[in-house]
């Protein structure tokens, strides 16, 4: 469930590139919790 999601805001990140990198930030951290 949280793959999809995040390629969505990685997507959304190129219209929107301060937004995209708040989101970016937050898939990392996402990431890291999840041991990746």
Partial sequence: M???P???M???GE???AYG???SR???VEAI???W
Wanted: proline share 5%; no cysteine; charged share 15%.
């Fill in 2 to 4: 949280i793959t999809v």
């Fill in 6 to 8: 995040s390629q969505s």
């Fill in 10 to 12: 990685l997507f959304e």
């Fill in 15 to 17: 219209q929107n590139p």
């Fill in 21 to 23: 990198l708040l989101r």
């Fill in 26 to 28: 937050r898939f990392f």
């Fill in 33 to 35: 919790a999840l041991g």
